[in-house]
């Protein structure tokens, strides 16, 4: 498989995790040391990975709501053999995200390392 077929596979993994939680494991698609931030209200938050599987665990997820898909990778670049980004959109629930990915290869493994988000729209 090549690098880029392998990013592509782990964002899919991403937006599976993102639409039903439960319906895969979340320490195959997010580092243990991920740092996950976005801002709200002009603040700058940043939860560690535990904390962000914990938040995304705890809500309904937007399967079981009947919330409608919305996903796509809007861009990629492979920086080294080891090193990846991406930006992609996500729909959650009734929130509309952009998410920036960095990906490293661990121990043989592509794992998200950092997710920096940004809320685009918001749905009624």
């Not at 899919?12 to 494991?25: G, H, N, T, V």
């Not at 040391?33 to 665990?57: E, K, M, P, R």
């Not at 079981?64 to 861009?75: F, K, N, Q, V, Y």
Request: charge should be negative; include cysteine; aromatic fraction near 8%.
């Amino acid at each position: 498989m090549t690098q880029t077929h392998a990013v592509v596979a782990l964002i899919e993994d991403y937006f599976e995790l993102a639409y039903e939680p439960k319906s895969r494991e979340f320490n195959k698609v997010f580092h243990p040391s991920c740092i996950v931030q976005w801002l709200h209200d002009g603040h700058l938050d940043t939860i560690s990975s535990l904390d962000y599987a914990a938040l995304i665990n705890g809500r309904p997820s937007p399967q079981s709501t009947g919330a409608p898909r919305d996903e796509a990778i809007l861009s990629m670049e492979n920086i080294s053999d080891s090193l990846s980004t991406a930006t992609v959109r996500v729909r959650i629930g009734k929130k509309l995200f952009n998410d920036h990915f960095v990906m490293h290869k661990v121990d043989g493994r592509w794992l998200i390392t950092v997710k920096a988000s940004s809320l685009v729209h918001t749905f009624d």
